[in-house]
C-alpha cells in the first residue's frame, strides 16, 4: 500500500522536476534573447551615436570652411587688391586714406579669424552668456556690412548645455549670414 503512495510521490515529483526544468531552460532561453535584444539595441544606438557624430563634425567642417571662404578669403582679396593699386601707382604718393581702408581690412581679417577661433572651442562658449555672443556677432556683422540689428531677450534665461548652446549659436549664425 505505501508503494502506491511512494510511486504516486516518485511520479507527481517526476512531473514537477520535469516541469521546473522545462521552465527554467525556456526562462534562460528568454532571458538570452533579452540580453542579446539588449546588446543589440544598445549597439545600434552607439552606432547611431557616432553617426550623428561623424555628420556634425562634416557639418562643422563645411560651416568652418564657409565662414573662412566668406570672410577671410574676401577680406584677404580685397586687401590683396588694394596692394595691387598701390604697387600700380608708379610713385605716387599713397594716401593715408588707402593706408587706413588696407588697416582695417587687416584687423577685420583678425578679427574673423578670432571668431572663428571661438566658434570652434567649446570653452569659449562656455565661458560666455548666449545674449553676449549673439551681441557680439550682430556689432561685427554691423561694423562691416553696415546693417543695423537690434537683439532683444524675452522671458528668463535658462542655462544650456554646451552641445545645445553650440547649436543655437551656429543656428543664429547661419541666420545672421543669411540676412547678409
Not at 89 to 117: A, W
Not at 135 to 159: D, H, M, W
Request: proline letters at 1%.
Amino acid at each position: 500500500m505505501y508503494d502506491k503512495y511512494i510511486i504516486a510521490i516518485l511520479l507527481a515529483g517526476t512531473f514537477l522536476l520535469v516541469i521546473f526544468a522545462i521552465f527554467l531552460i525556456y526562462f534562460v532561453i528568454y532571458m538570452r534573447a533579452k540580453r542579446n535584444s539588449y546588446y543589440i539595441e544598445r549597439q545600434r544606438i552607439l552606432l547611431d551615436s557616432q553617426a550623428g557624430k561623424i555628420e556634425e563634425s562634416e557639418r562643422l567642417s563645411y560651416e568652418v570652411g564657409k565662414a573662412i571662404h566668406d570672410n577671410i578669403l574676401q577680406l584677404c582679396c580685397v586687401a590683396k587688391m588694394q596692394l595691387g593699386q598701390m604697387k600700380k601707382s608708379d610713385g605716387d604718393i599713397i594716401t593715408h586714406e588707402s593706408i587706413d581702408y588696407l588697416y582695417d581690412l587687416v584687423e577685420q581679417t583678425i578679427d574673423e579669424s578670432y571668431k572663428i577661433c571661438a566658434w570652434l572651442n567649446y570653452n569659449t562658449i562656455m565661458s560666455y552668456d548666449i545674449v553676449d555672443i549673439l551681441k557680439a556677432e550682430l556689432q561685427s556683422i554691423e561694423k562691416t556690412k553696415s546693417i543695423n540689428f537690434n537683439i532683444e531677450v524675452k522671458g528668463t534665461e535658462r542655462p544650456l548645455n554646451i552641445a545645445i548652446k553650440a547649436i543655437v549659436l551656429r543656428i543664429a549664425r547661419e541666420a545672421f549670414q543669411n540676412v547678409v
